[in-house]
């Protein structure tokens, strides 16, 4: 199977590599030159369970691929998708897109550039960590699941799932997908917003009854939301996930909150942002949601303003 990684950063060079020890035909597409240039001269290192390897997968910018593939595997953030489909149009019109992105709205932002029924979604819980460029790491067991955006079972589908399970990931074909996708939404709500905001890891937001309490809060409104919209997310399911953070990620620091040290942007705009803007259209409250969202972005907007004013102060 001919699979293209369309952003091959911390998730796409992991999912590429595993995918390539597996069997796979992968092409590596993506726009940061260092990361290309450390991959093309000593190969993609990826640290994983089972060891480290170094492996030889060819890597290059999104418009200089030409080859036909079987599916376009979809990793920027979110932020990135449009300028990335963009770039590769001229694929978009047969093949393909997966995206195991996180957040809400990814099919009808993927939607913009090709028919549904060549959409495919889903989510993974695997970890990945970009180490330095040509270096990514990712461990400990970790489930990944997708379906068709319209909910039609195909061919591709279980070729996909193989080609996956045959380089150690541990794929299912999901039908109620997006149940999937707003519990782990709804999680990294919870989660990844307090961690970026609180500047702690979730052991410290466990061990917090302000925390937790706010925490679980978050994580039942976006269920709700979910509930709302006609997804039969699963509240206890979100706790659970939420507990297993607490007591076992006690140290782990959260994406958004990794983000927001570096001065990066975050993808808050799909999580509590997204579920804030689907609750203010369902007539729904989501007091915190919307706090949260609120002060992520006065994070992001407060540091390009400070920027800017400090140089004329
Ligand atoms: P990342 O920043 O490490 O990787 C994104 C890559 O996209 C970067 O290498 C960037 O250069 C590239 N890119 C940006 N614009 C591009 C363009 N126009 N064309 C091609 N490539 C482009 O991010 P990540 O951590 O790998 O996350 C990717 C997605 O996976 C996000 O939606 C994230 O929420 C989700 N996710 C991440 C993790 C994790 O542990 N890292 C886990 C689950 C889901």
């Known amino acids: 199977m001919k699979i293209v990684v369309l952003g091959a950063g911390a998730m796409g ?27 093309r001269e000593t190969g993609l290192s990826v640290a994983l369970d089972e060891g480290t390897q170094v492996l030889d997968i060819p890597i290059m910018r999104p418009e200089v691929f030409v080859d036909p593939s079987d599916l376009i595997l979809l990793f920027t953030k979110i932020f990135h998708t449009d300028a990335a489909l963009q770039t590769i149009r001229r694929h978009l019109n047969s ?11 990814n099919v009808e932002r993927i939607a913009r550039h090709l028919p549904m029924e060549r959409i495919l979604i889903g989510m993974t819980m695997t970890p990945a960590e970009f180490i330095a460029p040509g270096k990514v790491a990712s461990y400990g067991p970790a489930t990944t699941q ?6 039609q079972h195909r061919q591709l589908l279980d070729d996909i799932a193989a ?14 997908i997006q149940a999937a996708i707003w519990e782990k939404a709804a999680f990294n709500c919870a989660m990844n917003g ?19 309490t706010l925490a679980f809060e978050v994580a039942d409104e976006a269920v709700s939301v979910a509930r709302a919209s006609g997804v039969a997310a699963d509240p206890d399911k979100v706790r659970a996930l939420m507990r297993h953070a607490f007591a076992q990620h006690v ?25 804030s803007e689907t609750a203010a259209r369902l007539g729904i409250a989501t007091p915190a949601n919307n706090t949260i969202a609120r ?7 407060a540091k390009d303003w400070m920027t800017h004013h400090q140089s004329k102060a």
């Open 295 to 301: 002060l992520v972005r006065l994070f992001e907007d």
């Open 13 to 39: 060079s992991v999912f590429g590599a595993r995918l390539h020890l597996g069997g796979a035909e992968v092409t590596l597409l993506d726009v940061n030159e260092a990361h290309i240039a450390a991959v």
């Open 194 to 212: 307090l961690c970026a905001l609180s500047n702690a890891t979730p052991g410290a937001i466990g061990a917090s009854e302000a925390g937790r």
């Open 163 to 176: 080609a996956m399970r045959a380089g150690g990931i541990d794929a299912a074909i999901d039908p109620d």
């Open 146 to 151: 997708f379906h068709a955006a319209d909910g």
């Open 251 to 275: 140290f782990h620091e959260a994406s958004m909150l990794q983000d927001r040290k570096a001065g990066r942007r975050t993808e808050i705009d799909a999580l509590n942002g997204a579920v």
């Open 95 to 105: 093949t393909p897109v997966l995206s195991l992105q996180n957040g809400i709205g």
